[in-house]
């Protein structure tokens, strides 16, 4: 009996440890708050970690109570160790300016999950913009124009407010470092610029934004009055209930803070995290959050700062180039010295193109994704005219040596069967022609693409799915038509003859077996379908259908549907997408057209 009691507790021991092992780690996690899975969140404390600790505590806690499961450790990083190699390489989350990202880790994989919108407390305020502020002993210069040959204070050559806004303010003036002005670092934290300033030891600080006015509210500036360089007035206050002044500042405000995910956060959590910071949060002092800064302008800006920081790196600056234009240098890359040109010729377009944008950047800060795409289809638009200068020649030898084969035929064989062969060769030349002056009127800055020669929609209709039938049957695609004979003599622009042909192929070569063209009037003009029984649509395309350089082709640049788009509008129409009526699998494309009555035979 001894031996059968023993041998039951080992059995319910056996038992509960097979039960044990088989339960979810997550629940035990839970329980024992110890072993739950913790994330470490860096955050830059160009104030110091104990402002920083003090700062960022309460978000913790609020964050770790919205997630039982999760732990969140905050680790402050002084910039000056940050920018070490591997110093990022243990953390999980990073709290910063993407801008000042770029320049820590630019290698490293980020989602930015949201950026601080509103930080509820006074000591978070300097964190919703990021600027620069240049002061001056009162005795001292005072315009940017007097700094030259003076020493100017500064906290280290990576600090964004602290630094690299200040000296895109002053490449602007013309006074570069080290050439018109020597600069003296001083180190973190971030006030140590202007106590040098106050004991004489420099001409002039570049501070970062509100630091001046927190400095001046707790008595720490000792030593007499200091002068703003080129103020500017801002929307951030040192207090949270809006009682003190705006802070002052000599550049422009960039948006502030960040939240984001590294590669070692499964993307469950980061969304998840992401969700909730864009909630509002339950109490007054915790941070607002919004949608994340466009990356683009990320971009731009880091390109930016770097030229004017003194970052002359070729080869950092031909692996950006690269990865940014990749689509066009692919094209291009015909020699090493050929793409050198070609490199200098693109990034003189993207320097003034992104001027164009920051001075509008500065009217419309809502369409800021849109400004981004817009620069680099402004930049195929100059490439674009140059081809088409490039190629006209060649055609109009093209027709020449057509025209004058044909003469010769006609002359000593009439009946020659090269004759209408020929007389293809000059339509041919002739249609690419009409395309090539579209597209140059369509460069144009404030012209509308030339409307060319009106032609009767049946014909010209016709005319294109002859064309494109050539491509077609060596594919074995059948294109079938229907026009009714009421709008077939209606005249439309020639123009329309290059929408129509380039839908038709993208359907022949999406590997469709069937396409059907059918015509029907519509209010004040025609409606024209294409449908065909290939892929079809992706739902991406269908809510965003005219992205530039978005193609599903292996040699597609993702250009024809843009182009389409652009001649549909200066001819007052309207292009559509969507999928087949019939609910099969297919692609349909919607081409609404205004008509101009028919000419009377009279």
Known sequence: MRLIKQLGRWTVFLVLGLCGAAAPARPV??????????????????????????????????????????????????PDRALQPGALDSLDFLLANPVQFGALDPGRSVRWLA???????????????????????????????????????????QALGGYLLGVELLDREGLAPGRDYVPVFSGFPAERPLLLLLAGQVDAAIVPLCLYEELRDAGRLDGGSLRLLQPATTDVRTDSDGGSPPCEASTRTLQGWS?????????????????????????ADLPRWSLPISAADVERRLRRIDYVSGDHDIWAQTRRLL????????????????????????????????????????????????????????????????????VKQPLSAILQYAE?????????????????V???????????????????????????????????????????????????????????????????????????????ANILSNAVQSGAGFVRVRASASPGGARIEVADDGPGFEEEHLR?????????????????????????????????LDRRADGRQGALVVLDLPLEPPKSDS
Request: net charge positive.
């Open 422 to 500: 020929l007389q293809r060769i000059r339509d041919e030349v002739l249609r690419c022609d009409r395309a090539i002056a579209n597209l140059r009127g369509w460069v144009r800055p404030g012209q509308a693409a030339p409307v060319g020669e009106k032609r009767a929609l049946g014909v010209l209709v016709e005319q294109v799915i002859g064309m494109v039938r050539l491509q077609a049957g060596r594919q074995g695609v059948l294109i079938e038509s229907s026009m009714p004979a009421a709008l077939a003599e209606h005249p439309v622009s020639s123009a329309f003859e290059q929408v129509l």
């Open 544 to 576: 965003f259908p005219f992205v530039p350089f978005r193609t599903t082709r292996r040699d597609g640049l993702g250009l024809g549907l843009l182009i389409a788009q652009r001649i549909m509008l200066s001819l007052r129409g309207r292009i559509h």
């Open 259 to 283: 939240l984001a995910a590294l590669d070692t956060v499964p993307d469950a959590l980061a969304a998840a995290v992401g969700r909730v910071l864009l909630e509002e949060p339950p109490a």
């Open 29 to 78: 996690a839970e329980a024992n708050p110890a072993a739950a899975p913790v994330w470490r969140v860096g955050i830059l404390a160009p104030r110091g970690p104990e402002t920083a600790l003090k700062a960022w505590t309460g978000w913790r806690d609020w964050l770790e109570r919205r997630f039982p499961g999760e732990r969140f450790d905050l680790v402050p990083l002084v």
């Open 323 to 390: 990865a940014h234009y990749w689509p066009w240098l692919a094209g291009l890359a015909a020699g090493a010295s050929w793409l050198l040109g070609s490199s200098l010729w693109l990034a003189r377009v993207a320097r003034r193109q992104r001027r164009r944008l920051r001075e509008a950047h500065e009217q419309l800060h809502a369409y800021e994704q849109a400004l981004a795409r817009a620069d680099r289809v402004a930049s195929l638009e100059e490439m674009a005219a140059g081809i088409a200068h490039e």
């Open 404 to 420: 004058a084969a044909a003469w010769r035929l006609r002359s000593e064989t009439p009946d020659s069967a090269l004759l209408p």
């Open 115 to 157: 950026t601080l919108r509103s930080s509820g407390r006074g000591d978070l305020r300097f964190l919703e913009q990021i600027g620069s502020a240049i002061w001056t002993r009162e005795a001292g210069p005072t315009s940017l124009a007097g700094l030259r040959g003076l020493r100017v204070g500064a906290v280290d050559p």
